[in-house]
């Protein structure tokens, strides 16, 4: 069964820090997709990136970088120069092909509080 | 707005009432789902629609979580004979396709607390 793993809990950094979210999975399938998601304190989830298991290529968007590296099964997701908006939970989600449809399977969360 | 839609957004209920908790999709989407999420975890997949078919029901907990989309759009999640565990927030997403690639958007939830 699937499964996604984050070990970190909670993390806090003060503004203009980098700081990297750890995110580990497991699944038997060979075609999958792996999600980040943003949960401010208003309770939306928000979509951040899309990953599908045939791209190993690092992504970078403004202040976030997410590095997928399939021989360790990890999708680690890093903020530079955090700001105190970045402040929320912050989950990484992973859906299977065999599926045939997009229900994800989420880990825990990292609350990642970041101070003036 | 051209989001997910979820009402109410607050419900509480005395132990052993009926609740029905309602998710307007975007305009469109094929796809809806049903998480649960508690306290300081993650969102659990309870159920899925494609148009108006449950396809997937894997999640619900018991027989008391019903679902429903009738005309393959506005979608109510109903639990009966509510009892203490059953609080939490349920989230309402959907996407465009069925594929397992298509990224969900979510609902801000609804927060239901049994007393």
């Known amino acids: 069964a699937q499964k996604v793993t984050q070990a970190q809990t909670e993390i806090s950094v003060v503004e203009k820090e980098d700081v990297t979210l750890d995110c580990v999975y497991e699944?038997?399938?060979?075609?999958?997709?792996l999600f980040w998601y943003k949960q401010p304190p208003s309770g939306e989830l928000v979509f951040l990136i899309r990953?599908?298991?045939?791209?190993?290529q690092n992504e970078i968007s403004g202040r976030y970088s997410w590095n997928f590296q399939k021989s360790t099964s990890s999708f680690n997701f890093t903020i530079t120069a955090s700001q105190v908006v970045d402040s929320a939970v912050y989950f990484c989600?992973?859906?299977?092909?065999?599926?045939?449809?997009?229900?994800?399977?989420f880990g825990k969360g990292t609350m990642l509080l970041v101070s003036p | 707005g051209a989001g997910v839609s979820q009402s109410p957004r607050y419900k509480v209920a005395k132990r052993g009432q009926d609740v029905a908790l309602r998710c307007d999709p975007i305009?469109?989407?094929?796809?809806l789902f049903w998480y649960q999420q508690a306290l300081g975890q993650g969102p659990e997949f309870l159920t899925y629609?494609?148009?108006?078919?449950?396809?997937?029901k894997s999640g619900l907990p018991s027989d008391r979580f019903f679902a429903e989309r009738p005309e393959g759009s506005v979608s109510t999640l109903k639990i009966q004979r509510t009892q203490q565990e059953d609080s939490a927030v349920y989230l309402c997403?959907?996407?465009?396709?069925?594929?397992?690639?298509?990224?969900?958007?979510f609902g801000d939830g609804t927060r239901l607390s049994i007393l």
């Open positions: 997403a959907s996407s465009q396709d069925r594929g397992p690639s298509q990224p969900q958007h």
């Open positions: 699944t038997r399938d060979t075609t999958y997709y």
């Open positions: 990953r599908n298991s045939f791209d190993e």
């Open positions: 989600a992973l859906s299977e092909a065999e599926s045939g449809h997009s229900t994800l399977t």
């Open positions: 305009s469109g989407h094929v796809s």
């Open positions: 629609f494609q148009n108006e078919a449950q396809l997937d």
